[in-house]
């Protein structure tokens, strides 16, 4: 079996959907963290897309948090939020504490990124979708 992180976010948003349908849900406030690929020039997110196509639009919002380092490598954040796609998957690649073969990784995560970007999303971000309760 396969599991691909849209697959886990959409696994996420759908039950968020349920919940909202609840008395308790449609008084609650969803906060959701993620990684997303993209397109930062065109302000356009996998990550989001999938929710709005789940959610739709009302009550929701989502924030890049600029603030925060992208990926974390040996305990530290780094880079940029968001990155070149290629960039941040090569030093997440790089980490010690996640990866016993760097060279392998850095690999595959070049691959993964190759498909990514010739499919329109070369970039990676770090994002908060805020689901607010309904008016």
């Given at each position: 079996m396969t599991c691909s992180l849209s697959a886990l976010q959409?696994?996420?948003f759908e039950a968020?959907?349920?919940f909202r349908r609840t008395d308790a849900g449609?008084?609650?406030?969803v906060s959701l963290l993620g990684y997303s690929v993209g397109n930062a020039a065109d302000a356009r997110?996998?990550?989001v897309d999938l929710a709005l196509s789940i959610l739709g639009p009302q009550g929701l919002s989502w924030t890049i948090l600029a603030d925060e380092g992208l990926v974390r490598v040996d305990g530290?954040?780094?880079l940029a939020n968001p990155s070149p796609l290629v960039e941040a998957l090569h030093a997440a690649g790089g980490c010690a504490l996640?990866?016993?073969d760097p060279v392998e990784i850095r690999q595959i995560y070049a691959e993964l990124a190759d498909q990514l970007v010739r499919q329109g999303m070369p970039d990676l971000s770090y994002l908060v979708i805020d689901i607010r309760p309904d008016a």
């Open positions: 959409r696994a996420a968020v959907a349920r449609r008084r609650a406030r997110w996998e990550m530290k954040r780094l996640y990866h016993r």
